[in-house]
């Protein structure tokens, strides 16, 4: 019998014989931080449905507890008393149970997206049970490390936090000194340039500072030799031979990340805002506000962990497809050998 031929955007397998050929220009090449997110968006939308299953896997808890919780919300907010009752039930969740969960699914959804990665190539099914068999045995390694990443990133973030509040208020209380009282137009323009110059450059210190830690879970799933510890040594293996490039995808990473959450964000919220126009109109602003502000603002974060459910494959895709790309400037890595041990494994 024939073998029988498959071409897509992505790839070339024939079926027979089983071979399958990488055709991503970031592994065939050092690609640019915008070339690595074009790939990574346009291999999400081939390959949409199994890389949406497993946002959908990870994150409908959140979702499911979002939504029972609006059926409190409605019936809690009609006085001041329940309402109090309610914001204790939010609060409580929100420390034990929307923390921690999104702590451990954003390195699990990150996991299973790269191994997702490796296994639809090779026509392998994209099955939750599939997901964690490949996983269960790195599991434990990939917590461990991503604790001990989580500590140093909030170390990290605590003192560029401060940092630039304290440039915040440095500038706040400079211009004015430097500039007086006759210009406050000047005082405002001086004020608010350099905030804009300030943040870009806090922005640039903060993804120097973090992109370390960028491709940790990637390096825990794919090299089986590398422990929870030794995964930051390698990281830094691999970023510091192309640390300028890393850099600069973390920020081209960030930025398309903020445009997209944000457009998303805005674009809920105005259609929350209808809905509380609508409301406003037939039953009296106060009502907005007194009764059904609360319901409002939990489907308003139900529909944006949906919108997160939805955006952040392609995200860590790209953080998946840089890890590829690191290691082949550093090593001249073949992912077509990588994919075919995949396959054979």
Same mark, same amino acid.
């Given at each position: 019998?024939?073998?029988?031929?498959?071409?897509?955007?992505?790839?070339?397998?024939?079926?027979?014989?089983?071979?399958?050929?990488?055709?991503?220009?970031?592994?065939?090449?050092?690609?640019?931080?915008?070339?690595?997110?074009?790939?990574?968006?346009?291999?999400?939308?081939?390959?949409?449905?199994?890389?949406?299953?497993?946002?959908?896997?990870?994150?409908?808890?959140?979702?499911?507890?979002?939504?029972?919780?609006?059926?409190?919300? +409605?019936?809690?907010?009609?006085?001041?008393? $329940?309402? @109090? =009752? %309610?914001?204790? *039930?939010?609060?409580?969740? &929100?420390?034990? #149970?929307?923390?921690?969960?999104?702590?451990?699914?954003?390195?699990?959804?990150?996991?299973?997206?790269?191994?997702?990665?490796?296994?639809?190539?090779?026509?392998?099914?994209?099955?939750?049970?599939?997901?964690?068999?490949?996983?269960?045995?790195?599991?434990?390694?990939?917590?461990?490390?991503?604790?001990?990443?989580?500590?140093?990133?909030?170390?990290?973030?605590?003192?560029?936090?401060?940092?630039?509040?304290?440039?915040?208020?440095?500038?706040?209380?400079?211009?004015?000194?430097? +500039?007086?009282?006759?210009?406050?137009?000047? $005082?405002? @323009? =001086? %004020?608010?340039? *350099?905030?804009?110059?300030? &943040?870009?450059? #806090?922005?640039?210190?903060?993804?120097?500072?973090?992109?370390?830690?960028?491709?940790?879970?990637?390096?825990?799933?794919?090299?089986?030799?590398?422990?929870?510890v030794a995964a930051f040594s390698r990281a830094v293996e691999l970023i510091r031979a192309n640390y300028k490039h890393a850099v600069l995808c973390c920020l081209a990473f960030w930025g398309v990340y903020a445009v997209f959450s944000i457009s998303l964000s805005v674009l809920i919220l105005l259609i929350f805002g209808l809905v509380g126009a609508l409301i406003a109109v037939f039953a009296g602003a106060e009502s907005v506000l007194n009764r059904w502000f609360t319901p409002l603002a939990h489907g308003y974060e139900a529909a944006s962990y949906i919108a997160y459910m939805v955006l952040m494959p392609a995200m860590y895709?790209?953080?998946?497809?840089?890890?590829?790309?690191?290691?082949?400037?550093?090593?001249?890595?073949?992912?077509?050998?990588?994919?075919?041990?995949?396959?054979?494994?």
């Amino acid at each position: 019998m024939e073998p029988q031929a498959r071409t897509s955007d992505w790839r070339i397998s024939t079926l027979g014989t089983a071979i399958i050929q990488s055709r991503f220009r970031a592994l065939q090449r050092p690609a640019t931080p915008f070339e690595l997110m074009d790939d990574a968006v346009s291999y999400y939308r081939e390959n949409f449905k199994p890389l949406f299953q497993i946002s959908m896997w990870v994150y409908i808890p959140p979702v499911i507890v979002s939504i029972l919780m609006l059926l409190p919300a +409605v019936t809690l907010s009609r006085t001041p008393e $329940t309402a @109090v =009752l %309610f914001n204790l *039930l939010d609060l409580a969740l &929100t420390l034990f #149970f929307y923390l921690p969960y999104f702590l451990v699914a954003s390195f699990v959804h990150s996991a299973f997206t790269t191994l997702a990665f490796q296994m639809i190539p090779a026509g392998e099914p994209i099955t939750l049970k599939a997901l964690w068999e490949r996983l269960r045995p790195r599991f434990g390694t990939l917590v461990l490390n991503q604790i001990l990443a989580f500590a140093l990133i909030s170390v990290i973030g605590g003192v560029l936090a401060l940092g630039f509040v304290l440039f915040l208020f440095g500038a706040a209380f400079g211009v004015p000194a430097i +500039v007086g009282t006759a210009s406050p137009t000047l $005082t405002l @323009v =001086l %004020f608010f340039s *350099l905030l804009t110059v300030g &943040t870009i450059a #806090f922005l640039v210190v903060a993804a120097m500072a973090l992109v370390w830690f960028i491709i940790l879970p990637q390096i825990v799933v794919l090299e089986p030799n590398v422990d929870a510890v030794a995964a930051f040594s390698r990281a830094v293996e691999l970023i510091r031979a192309n640390y300028k490039h890393a850099v600069l995808c973390c920020l081209a990473f960030w930025g398309v990340y903020a445009v997209f959450s944000i457009s998303l964000s805005v674009l809920i919220l105005l259609i929350f805002g209808l809905v509380g126009a609508l409301i406003a109109v037939f039953a009296g602003a106060e009502s907005v506000l007194n009764r059904w502000f609360t319901p409002l603002a939990h489907g308003y974060e139900a529909a944006s962990y949906i919108a997160y459910m939805v955006l952040m494959p392609a995200m860590y895709l790209t953080s998946t497809l840089l890890y590829f790309d690191l290691r082949y400037r550093r090593e001249g890595l073949d992912v077509y050998e990588v994919l075919q041990k995949s396959k054979s494994g």
